[in-house]
């Protein structure tokens, strides 16, 4: 009895983590990983987070016995000068619900150091269709889930990812900027006063401290990479259900 039950206890510590995580371009999985032990539960819950419309913040789901999170990043790319349609990136993830919240946050966080210089020069990524990175990033998104679910803290890098305010910060600017944007085009024809833009100003600032308020507190509604010696074929999950 006392071997089972140590056997127990090994087994519990061993499937604590991260049980599936994906990156999207828009509404794009790019690649995923992870699978499904909780009876189609993963999945479910996998499909509800990758549905929620994006936002500056954190965003969470949860289902009996597993909770998801997900992590936006506004990214305006420019050619010859020209700024392009708003492309928005997605960090997601489900884990077991005793999988600790700031660790989850860290994993999510890595992922956006850990992808940006193919997110920045990889015409796949900022092109490409579903999955067209899975063969490549799958095995490493793999490699990092189970560094995050069998070191815990150890596995995430904390020091330099207390800019996450900042990304946050920056994708309200970039939103609130396309907004007036929209209503310069609607209404250039009318010139403001010099007290409608004083007004204009401080909605606008009132308006940019609230959203940041809430998106560190997820309340928004609506919304050297690690190496790996051996070649690994991750599947798809819920890409392509």
Known sequence: ????????????????????????????????????????????????????????????????????????????????????????????????????????????????????????????????????AQASFAPILLNLMEQASTQGKLAMVNENINTTKEIMSENIDLALARQETLEDLQNRSNELSAMSRQFKKKATDIKRFKMLQQAKHGLIIGTAITGITAAIVVPPLVALL
Not at 28 to 50: N, P, S, Y
Not at 96 to 107: A, G, R
Request: charged share 25%; aromatic share 10%.
């Open 1 to 132: 009895s006392i071997n089972q039950s140590i056997n127990q206890n090994t087994e519990s510590k061993m499937s604590k983590g991260i049980v599936w995580s994906a990156i999207s371009r828009d509404t794009t999985v790019l690649a995923e990983a992870g699978e499904d032990q909780f009876e189609g539960q993963v999945v479910t819950l996998a499909k509800k987070l990758l549905k929620k419309r994006a936002t500056a913040g954190w965003e969470f789901s949860s289902s009996r016995g597993l909770k998801g999170m997900k992590f936006h990043v506004f990214d305006e790319p420019s050619t010859n000068g020209l700024k392009g349609d708003l492309v928005v990136w997605s960090f997601a993830a489900v884990a077991e619900s005793s999988f600790h919240d700031n660790q989850m946050k860290s994993f999510l966080e890595k992922l956006v150091y850990v992808t940006e210089p193919m997110r920045s020069t990889e015409s796949d990524w900022r092109n490409g269709d579903v999955l067209c």
